[in-house]
């Protein structure tokens, strides 16, 4: 017995990236950039300690990973696309350098 040619195959989008429209894609940005800002701010305070830090790195750095998929979609030229690399390229190196221990 076979079975009959299948006649319509729903599309379906399993990226779901590809769904988040323009504007939550900035707003997302903008508030990665506002926690790269935070620990800007941080570096700056002789009164921060480490364990204020961690967090805050370890925050970076999952919002890095979080945003990374964002950054694949964005069409090359984009400059969205250019603002995000360069954010999460500064967030992985400040993360680096902050396990390494270099602000000890």
Avoid at 26 to 48: A, C, H, P
Avoid at 64 to 92: H, I, Q
Wanted: hydrophobic share 40%; glycine share 4%; charged share 25%.
């Amino acid at each position: 017995m076979t079975l009959p040619p299948v006649q319509h195959i729903p599309t379906m989008q399993f990226d779901p990236i590809l769904n988040i429209d323009k504007a939550q894609s900035v707003e997302r940005v903008e508030q990665f950039l506002n926690i790269l800002e935070d620990y800007q701010k941080k570096l700056g305070d002789t009164n921060s300690t480490l364990k204020g830090f961690y967090s805050l790195v370890s925050k970076m750095e999952s919002e890095a990973a979080k945003l990374k998929p964002l950054l694949d979609s964005l069409p090359d030229g984009d400059r969205l696309k250019d603002l995000l690399n360069r954010a999460v390229v500064t967030a992985t190196v400040e993360a680096i350098k902050f396990n390494r221990g270099d602000y000890l």
